[in-house]
């Protein structure tokens, strides 16, 4: 079945780097836009970031955009999040998600991994 | 940016009740619009996309409706396992932003 296992969160100061990784299964990754999405302790969703089925096009929240980088790699079939310049806002679950459907077929997210605790503090 | 302003906040109802969330965003998205259910420590899971076809496996008291800027998602007899977190979603795919509700909580009464 359909499975994406989200790793690399953690503790870590402000201004500091972390990279967040996601490694799907049971689908062709190479066929899927995927995402990232963040849950504050407590709060809403915050879409974070989207990065096309072939890699060639990605796009940012205003919260991140400069800050974080999405990347994937098709041979491996995961997605990364590159977290840089990290603030205490930063602080949420970060969640990756595969869009339901193939090659930009319109649709929502489907599945979402069980998500990655980042916490930024002094 | 389009804004997505879920109403109301909470929403009390009892089991086997009818609930009715609603949806609006701040300009068309026109039926580019999911609805998610998330319960606490768990991930979010996909209710409807396309506004109102559901996903798979959900069950058929969950609808959706609307285009345009005004949606809502009925629950026709809420169940003890319905009671939960639903964030709305805009899906437009260029620009790829897809901007969430600030989220309703389904409460028991």
């Known amino acids: 079945q359909v499975q994406l296992v989200e790793s690399g969160g953690g503790v870590v100061r402000p201004g500091g780097s972390l990279r967040l990784s996601c490694t799907a299964s049971?689908?062709?990754?190479?066929?899927?836009?995927m995402h990232w999405v963040r849950q504050a302790p407590g709060k809403g969703l915050e879409w974070v970031a989207f990065?096309?089925?072939?890699?060639?096009?990605?796009d940012y929240a205003d919260s991140v955009k400069g800050r974080f980088t999405i990347s994937r790699d098709r041979s491996k079939s995961t997605l990364y999040l590159q977290l840089s310049s990290l603030r205490v806002e930063d602080t949420a679950v970060y969640y990756c998600?595969?869009?339901?459907?193939?090659?930009?077929?319109?649709?929502?997210?489907?599945?979402w991994g069980q998500g990655t605790l980042v916490t930024v503090s002094s | 940016e389009i804004v997505m302003t879920q109403s109301p906040v909470t929403l009390s109802v009892s089991p086997g009740e009818r609930a009715t969330l609603s949806c609006r965003a701040s300009q068309s998205v026109s039926s580019n619009l999911a609805w998610y259910q998330q319960k606490p420590g768990q991930s979010p899971r996909l209710l409807i996309y396309?506004?109102?076809t559901r996903a798979t496996g959900i069950p058929a008291r969950f609808s959706g409706s609307g285009s345009g800027t005004e949606f809502t998602l009925t629950i026709s007899s809420v169940q003890s396992e319905d009671f939960a977190v639903y964030y709305c979603?805009?899906?437009?795919?260029?620009?790829?932003?897809?901007?969430f509700g600030q989220g309703t909580k389904l409460e028991i009464k």
């Open positions: 979603q805009q899906c437009n795919k260029w620009p790829p932003m897809y901007t």
């Open positions: 396309g506004a109102s």
């Open positions: 990065i096309k089925f072939d890699g060639k096009n990605e």
């Open positions: 049971g689908f062709i990754f190479s066929d899927y836009d």
């Open positions: 998600a595969k869009a339901q459907r193939p090659l930009r077929a319109p649709g929502g997210f489907d599945p």
